[in-house]
C-alpha cells in the first residue's frame, strides 16, 4: 500500500465558483484536449459516433435544480474533478505505489507504468473522480496539467490548468491553499468556501464557493418587457391602414 506524506510544502488546488459557473462544459472541452495531447496516455474514446458512446473525461460538469429556503429556484452547475485530498483514500488503498501523492505541492497522481489497472482507488474514491481508460488499460485522473503549471517555456498567464485558463465566466481559480496569504485562500475566506462532502474525513484542497441568493421575486416575468407594445395607437401610413380596416 502507498503512504502519504506527513505535510506537503504546498497545497496546490482549485476554487470553483459556483455563483459563475455557466454549465458550458468549456472545461470540460479544454482539459480533454491537453490531457489527451500531452501528459501520459491519450484519453481515449469508445464509439465516439456510434449509438452507444463512451470515453475518459478528467473533469465533468454536472447541473441540478435546486429550491433555496426562500426565492424561486435556482440552476446550478457543479464541476467535478479530482479534489486532491489531503488524506487521500485512492493513494493508500493502491497495492503497486501507482497512486501517489507529492510532497513538493500536494498533487494527486499516477504512475501509469505502475498501475495494473485493478481499479481499487476508483472504488476508495468517494468523489468518483477517477477514470479507467479503456484503451490504456490504466487509471486516469487530474493532474491540475502538471505538465503546464511549470512549463516555464510558456507565458506566465498560461501556466495555469487548462480548464482555468479557459473559463469564460472566471469561474476556476488556481493557488496554493496551503499559502493564507494566496489570493485563493482569500477568496476562500471571503466567499465561505467549502469542502466537498467533509463528513467523510478525506480534507479535500479543493474549495466550492456558494451560490449567492439571488434576490428575485417568484412572480418576475423576464419577459413581459419585451412583450408590451411599443405604442398604444399606430401613426403614419400604418395609423391610417388601422383605422381603414376598422371600417370594413
Not at 23 to 31: D, I, K, L, R, T
Not at 156 to 173: I, K, L
Not at 183 to 201: C, H, K, W
Given at each position: 500500500m ?7 510544502a ?8 459556483l455563483d459563475t ?5 468549456a ?10 495531447e500531452n ?15 463512451s ?8 447541473s441540478y435544480e435546486v429550491?433555496p ?5 435556482q440552476?446550478?452547475h457543479f464541476?467535478k ?12 488503498v493502491?497495492p503497486?505505489?501507482?497512486s501517489?501523492k507529492?510532497?513538493e505541492?500536494?498533487i494527486?497522481l ?6 495494473i489497472?485493478?481499479g ?11 477514470e479507467?481508460?479503456?484503451?490504456a488499460g490504466?487509471m ?5 496539467c502538471v ?16 480548464c ?5 465566466s472566471g ?12 489570493e485563493?485562500?482569500?477568496l ?8 466537498l ?8 484542497v ?8 439571488k ?11 419585451y412583450?408590451?407594445p411599443v405604442?398604444g395607437?399606430q401613426?403614419?401610413?400604418?395609423g391610417?391602414l388601422d ?6
Amino acid at each position: 500500500m502507498t503512504t502519504l506524506p506527513e505535510t506537503s510544502a504546498k497545497k496546490l488546488g482549485l476554487v470553483i465558483d459556483l455563483d459563475t459557473c455557466v454549465g458550458c462544459h468549456a472545461c470540460v472541452v479544454s482539459c480533454k484536449g491537453w490531457n489527451t495531447e500531452n501528459y501520459g496516455a491519450a484519453l481515449s474514446d469508445q464509439d465516439p459516433y456510434g449509438a452507444d458512446p463512451s470515453g475518459t473525461f478528467l473533469n465533468r460538469v454536472h447541473s441540478y435544480e435546486v429550491q433555496p429556503e426562500t426565492g424561486p429556484a435556482q440552476l446550478i452547475h457543479f464541476p467535478k474533478s479530482c479534489l486532491h485530498c489531503e488524506d487521500a483514500p485512492c493513494v493508500t488503498v493502491c497495492p503497486t505505489g501507482a497512486s501517489y501523492k507529492r510532497s513538493e505541492d500536494g498533487i494527486v497522481l499516477v504512475n501509469e507504468d505502475a498501475c495494473i489497472g485493478c481499479g481499487l482507488c476508483a472504488w476508495a474514491c468517494p468523489y468518483g473522480a477517477r477514470e479507467m481508460d479503456q484503451a490504456a488499460g490504466v487509471m486516469k485522473k487530474c493532474t491540475l496539467c502538471v505538465d503546464r503549471i511549470y512549463n516555464e517555456n510558456l507565458p506566465e498567464e498560461d501556466r495555469v490548468p487548462s480548464c482555468v485558463r479557459t473559463c469564460p465566466s472566471g469561474a476556476r481559480h488556481f493557488g496554493d491553499l496551503g499559502d493564507e496569504s494566496s489570493e485563493v485562500s482569500q477568496l476562500v475566506a471571503a466567499r465561505g468556501g467549502m469542502d466537498l462532502m467533509p463528513e467523510l474525513g478525506t480534507k479535500p484542497v479543493n474549495k466550492y464557493l456558494p451560490p449567492r441568493p439571488k434576490d428575485v421575486p417568484a412572480d418576475l416575468d423576464i419577459l413581459a418587457p419585451y412583450l408590451e407594445p411599443v405604442s398604444g395607437t399606430q401613426k403614419g401610413f400604418l395609423g391610417w391602414l388601422d383605422k381603414a380596416l376598422e371600417k370594413l
